[in-house]
């Protein structure tokens, strides 16, 4: 069974940093591509980061492109989100999720099979 769990989450002023993290366990680690998407009240969950299960290939959306960044350790079993230059907009609760080895669109919710049960970032202006 496939288990992650995220931590790291909390109230930060607009401009400040938090750094996620989602330990997985129950397989294989290694050869698998993860991601983190997020949801705010009232709005569908949408896709913050994905990354290649070798680490050299990290996709962001638009929104956080070059202030979030996405990483792997596979001997830990462990994904990082770095949050950076964080705004009102990013509040929201982060999740961590893995999905089959091959994964088509890395931005689509239905790719994906297992998830965290989320941690809540919230930014205050």
């Known amino acids: 069974q496939v288990q992650l769990v995220e931590s790291g989450g909390g109230l930060v002023q607009a401009g400040g940093s938090l750094r996620l993290s989602c330990a997985a366990s129950?397989?294989?680690?290694?050869?698998?591509?993860m991601a983190w998407f997020r949801q705010a009240p009232g709005k569908e969950r949408a896709f913050v980061a994905a990354?290649?299960?070798?680490?050299?290939?990290?996709y962001y959306a638009d929104s956080v492109k070059g202030r979030f960044t996405i990483s792997r350790d596979n001997a830990k079993n462990t994904v990082w989100l770095q949050m950076n230059s964080l705004k009102p907009e990013d509040t929201a609760v982060y999740y961590c999720?893995?999905?089959?080895?091959?994964?088509?669109?890395?931005?689509?919710?239905?790719?994906?099979?297992?998830w965290g049960q989320g941690t809540q970032v919230t930014v205050s202006s």
């Open positions: 999720a893995t999905g089959p080895a091959r994964i088509h669109t890395p931005s689509r919710v239905s790719e994906y099979d297992y």
């Open positions: 990354i290649s299960w070798s680490g050299s290939m990290p």
């Open positions: 129950g397989r294989t680690f290694t050869v698998y591509p």
